[in-house]
C-alpha cells in the first residue's frame, strides 16, 4: 500500500525568504514536489513560464476557474493566482508532500478542502529587516514595495490562523526546522487512519 502524501501551505511576506528555503528543501529532500501556480502578473527579470509561474492572461485564467481546472485561487495585488489540481493530487498519490508557496485566502481554503495539509508561515526576524530585503531584492519599483509593505500589515493579522510558524534567520536551521515539521505532521494520528483502521482489522482476523 502507497502511502499518500499531504499538502504543506507555505506562506509569508513577500521578501521573508520562503522561496529561499523551499527551493533547499526541495535540493535535499525526494520526498517533496513543488507546485507551480498559474497567474496573469507579468513575469519578472529571470522568470521563466513553466517555472516560476504558468504565466496565463486574463482570459485563460477565468477558463481554467469555470472548467474546474484549480484547487484554489485568489486575486492579489490586481492578479489572479492559483494552484492548478492536475499536478498537485498526482504527486500526493505517488506519495510525495506537494509544496504550495501561497497567501493566506488560498491558505485557508486549502486546510477547509484538505484538513490534513500543514499551514506554514515564514517570517523575518522584524519588519524592518523585511523591507531591507525587499529592498535589497532590486526587482519591484517603490510603489510596488510600497503595496507589498501595506499587504503584510494585512497578512501579518492572519498569522495566528496557521498552524507553524518559521522565523527565518538562519537558512539551514530554518530548512531543517520545516521538514522536521512536515513529517510529523504526517504521522499525526489523524492522519493516519486508513493505516489504523486497517492494522486494527488485520489484529481482529490474526
Ligand atoms: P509574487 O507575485 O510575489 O510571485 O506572489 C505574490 C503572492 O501570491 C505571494 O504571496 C505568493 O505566495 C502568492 N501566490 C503565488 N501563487 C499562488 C497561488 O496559486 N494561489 C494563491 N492563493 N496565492 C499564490
New binding site residues.
Given amino acids: 500500500m502507497r502511502e499518500h502524501g499531504i499538502l504543506v501551505v507555505v506562506?509569508g511576506f513577500?521578501g521573508a525568504g520562503k522561496g529561499t528555503i523551499m527551493r533547499e528543501l526541495l535540493n535535499r529532500y525526494d520526498n517533496y514536489a513543488l507546485s507551480i501556480?498559474?497567474?496573469t502578473?507579468q513575469p519578472r527579470q529571470g522568470e521563466i513560464h513553466g517555472r516560476e509561474?504558468f504565466f496565463v492572461t486574463e482570459e485563460e485564467f477565468l477558463r481554467m476557474i469555470d472548467d474546474n481546472k484549480l484547487i484554489?485561487?485568489?486575486r492579489?495585488?490586481n492578479?489572479y493566482?492559483?494552484?492548478p489540481s492536475g499536478y498537485v493530487l498526482e504527486q500526493m498519490a505517488a506519495g510525495r508532500d506537494v509544496i504550495?508557496?501561497?497567501?493566506i485566502?488560498?491558505a485557508l481554503n486549502i486546510k477547509k478542502k484538505f484538513p490534513e495539509a500543514v499551514l506554514l508561515f515564514v517570517a523575518p526576524p522584524s519588519a524592518e529587516e523585511l523591507r531591507r530585503r525587499l529592498l535589497g531584492r532590486g526587482t519591484e519599483e517603490p510603489r510596488v514595495i510600497e503595496a507589498r509593505l501595506r499587504r503584510a500589515v494585512e497578512e501579518s493579522e492572519g498569522m495566528d490562523r496557521y498552524d507553524y510558524l518559521l522565523i527565518n534567520d538562519d537558512l539551514d536551521r530554518c530548512v531543517e526546522e520545516t521538514h522536521q515539521l512536515i513529517q510529523a505532521q504526517r504521522r499525526k494520528i489523524s492522519n493516519n487512519m486508513e493505516f489504523i483502521r486497517r492494522i486494527q482489522n488485520e489484529l481482529r482476523d490474526i
Avoid: F, P
Fill in positions: 506562506s513577500s501556480s498559474a497567474t502578473r509561474y484554489e485561487y485568489t492579489y495585488v492578479h493566482y492559483g494552484t504550495l508557496e501561497i497567501e485566502q488560498g
